[in-house]
């Protein structure tokens, strides 16, 4: 089986748009959203392109602002403060990485925790572990969710999630233990990856190195989430951290790239933003 994240995330775009309506109508705007990009990563700006098109298709209201990579910390500090008072603006999201001149973690706990709708900020990091409501992050939340559509009773099943990021890894890693998966979290110096990996009734990888994940390191009927993006060397085109050919024979369920995690990514975004919108509305 394919978990096929984009059919998912247009599901609940749909729906999150009728939403949208509904809101207009109770408080007479609809949820706004602001991006900064910093430079021009083609990466970065192709992820921006994303997040716009699909706040658009939903009826966010979305401004990207657009920075020279030469920008400063205080010149971009300042930016946010100004978003931060902004009442009309709900959602605040600095898209990364930043230039090295630029201190990441100053940048992010500079956005109000109530706009932080990627949930990078310190105090949602917090909620999320110490188990209190919070805004989760879009990629492992969109995770959950395609694990979920797929049918994936996660209790009582050994999870392995293969990278540690603060982003990606960790936060997953909380949700399934959240979900009551038992976890593993192995990293670049976990010994015997491929016979950890093996345990896995549920894999994800969050690696950022394509066809790391092979059919050996796969459990015959585990359900892999492959949440890595890569250029692939052979092809030109985007792909996975998972041998997708091979791995699909073995596993029970596989998430494709593209078309998989990062679709759940930005729509779980959207999901956010219209959550702090009625927050803030109701606060
Ligand atoms: P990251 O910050 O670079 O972290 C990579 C992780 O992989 C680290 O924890 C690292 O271990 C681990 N790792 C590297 N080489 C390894 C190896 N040989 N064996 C085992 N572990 C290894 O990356 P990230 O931000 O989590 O992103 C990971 C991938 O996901 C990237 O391709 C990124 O583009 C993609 N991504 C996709 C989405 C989406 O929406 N689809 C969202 C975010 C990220 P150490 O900690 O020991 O260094």
Redesign the pocket.
Known sequence: MIIKGKDLSTSIKEALKVRVGVLNEQYGRTPNLTVILVGDDP?SVSYVTGKAKAATEIGIRNTTIRREATISEQELLDIIEQLNNDDDVDGVLVQLPLPKHINENKIIAAILPEKDVDAFHPMNVAKLWLKQPCVLP??PK?IIKLLHFAGVDIAGKEAVV????????QPVAKLLLDANATVTV?????KN?AEVARRADILVV????ER?VTADMVKPGAVVID????RDTRTGKLC??VDFEEVQHVAAAITP?PG???P???TCLMENTVEAFVNRMNK
């Open positions: 990466g879009c990629t969109g293969i990278g540690r990021s603060n982003i990606v890894g192995a990293h670049s110096k976990t990856l969050a690696i950022g190195r790391f949440v890595g993006v890569n996975g951290d790239v998989g995690v990062g759940m990514t930005i």
